[in-house]
């Protein structure tokens, strides 16, 4: 491995004086029990130089050096280009790395963490995947710039990949790139995003068609948020509190509030609350009859698990974080926003709001120890870079500029890359226990998808008992892994 690789350039170096950055990459041979029968792979890990054409005053300044991009890719050895499928993979943040897709579901080896109640201590194991997708296509997994081990060139601005638009550009720039060096624009092509990461798989599919003529097959979305009103608890906008009610009773199922119901029932309950009475209730506002609202406090506090007294002191309107910190109050416990499943502690047992997310704490060690060992000692790639798991910096900095005035959705691009595309297949999963971007708000955006009803039989949305990492379920995983291959191979 070159030096450059290893070590970041010295503070102050300018493009101007800094060496052209090259193509760090590092190719390794490799196989999987898969079905009986050893799949022999070529696994290429390591970070591309992005480039983008300059022109300034109306001069052509040449193809110059933007980023180093970290990817890593899985092609089947001796395999029909023109007909096997290639999936372009990461997840979102804004600002975290595909390590989750890569080793908790989709890839040839995967993480052993444990799961919610029963998880493994360190160190962690790393085995193989008998279900990879790589059995039914070839793998690239990309982490955006400032990500994993992505970062800006020497002199460059990491700022400046940091947002919508931008982070659609160079991503699928990356994509592009990749096609077309290994020959592949023939072959059936899918995007598999998960959380924000399906924000950007939707306009992806759109910028793809637009800006370089490439159609896709389809689309593998894994707890979906297309449209960010769904989700987001602000102001005047009442939409998440009836969004996120299955979501709060499927968590308060499984900590025990539904005693001798079985999760279906409860959930059939909600659904319907959430779909007719509980939104009416929340427009109504001071309207309500004394007698509607009691009704509406039992209703509410009777599938969340929270107390009457509670659901009526905020007005109705439940906020997650809120939701999270007071469900096992009585325990002294938390639950965990990405998977409420989870439980946790906090320092202070009286706070209105928790300051870690269990779930997220109960996976991170394992799968930062599996990526720093994996990408070493079996793909052959080494950095002193700090692999950027999930990154604070670019998720608080991140810009939405483009919808300055209007709310951030990728509603109609999605729309738009279907009516031009009615080739192209939607494959939605969501996990019941989901509280950062809860099932019911992505079924309401599918509902209200700009397209004809004959393209509506391209869609198909899976659910697991588990939460937004769904695979951390081992019965899920095995399961949604049967899914998103059946979707690739239909």
Not at 106 to 121: E, I, T, Y
Not at 227 to 254: C, K, Q, S, V, W
Not at 412 to 439: C, E, F, I, K, Q
Request: no cysteine.
């Amino acid at each position: 491995m070159a030096d450059d690789e290893k070590d970041t350039p010295p503070t102050g170096t300018s493009r101007d004086t800094a060496p052209d950055p090259t193509d760090q990459l590092v190719t390794t041979q490799h196989t999987v029990p898969v079905g009986g029968r050893e799949l022999a792979y070529t696994a290429t890990t390591g970070r591309v130089v992005l480039r983008e054409e300059v022109t300034e005053d109306g001069r052509a300044k040449g193809h110059e050096a933007k980023a180093e991009v970290f990817l890593t890719s899985y092609v089947l050895d001796d395999a029909d280009p023109a007909t096997r499928p290639v999936v372009f993979a990461f997840n979102g943040g804004p600002g975290s790395a595909s390590v989750w897709l890569h080793l908790g579901l989709l890839g040839p080896r995967r993480v052993v963490s444990g799961d919610a109640g029963a998880l493994l201590g360190p160190p962690y194991a790393l085995v193989d995947n008998p279900e990879t997708v790589l059995a039914h296509a070839d793998l690239v997994f990309i982490d955006p710039v400032s990500t994993g081990y992505s970062r800006a060139v020497a002199g460059g601005r990491a700022g400046d990949f940091h947002g919508f638009r931008r982070d659609l550009e160079s991503v699928g720039e990356v994509i592009r790139l990749w096609t077309s060096r290994h020959g592949r624009w023939v072959s059936p092509k899918f995007l598999a995003g998960e959380s924000y990461g399906t924000l950007r798989a939707a306009g992806l599919a759109e910028h793809l068609q637009s800006r370089y003529g490439m159609y896709l097959n389809g689309i593998v979305l894994i707890s979906s948020v297309l449209d960010m009103a769904t989700i987001r608890f602000t102001e005047g906008n009442d939409l998440p509190h009836a969004l996120f009610l299955p979501t709060y009773a499927a968590i308060a199922h499984h900590h025990g509030k539904h005693p001798g119901r079985p999760l279906e029932e409860v959930l059939v309950e909600a659904e319907e609350l959430a779909d007719r009475d509980y939104p009416w209730a929340l427009a109504r506002g001071s309207r309500l009859t004394p007698q509607e609202r009691a009704d509406m406090v039992t209703r509410i506090a009777g599938l969340t698990g929270l107390s009457e007294d509670y659901v009526d002191r905020a007005d109705l309107r439940i906020e997650h974080i809120r939701f999270f910190t007071e469900l096992l109050r009585t325990q002294r416990r938390t639950v965990g926003r990405l998977d409420g499943r989870f439980s946790g502690w906090e320092a202070d047992a009286a706070g209105e709001h928790f300051t870690a997310d269990p779930s997220m704490d109960a996976i991170m060690g394992p799968y930062t120890a599996a990526l720093n060992h994996y990408v070493r000692t079996e793909l052959g790639y080494d950095s002193d870079l700090p692999y950027e798991m999930l990154s604070g910096t670019v998720n608080k900095e991140w810009s939405y500029s483009e919808f300055e005035g209007r709310g951030v959705s990728v509603v109609h691009a999605l729309a738009a890359a279907m009516r031009a595309n009615p080739h192209l297949r939607v494959h939605v999963a969501s996990g019941y226990h989901d509280g950062a971007t809860p099932y019911s708000a992505t079924q309401h955006t599918l509902a209200h998808l700009p397209i004809p009803a004959e393209l509506r039989s391209n869609i198909e949305v899976k659910h697991y008992e588990a939460g937004h990492m769904m695979y951390v379920h081992e019965p899920s995983r095995v399961q949604q892994s049967a899914d998103i291959a059946a979707f690739l191979t239909r």
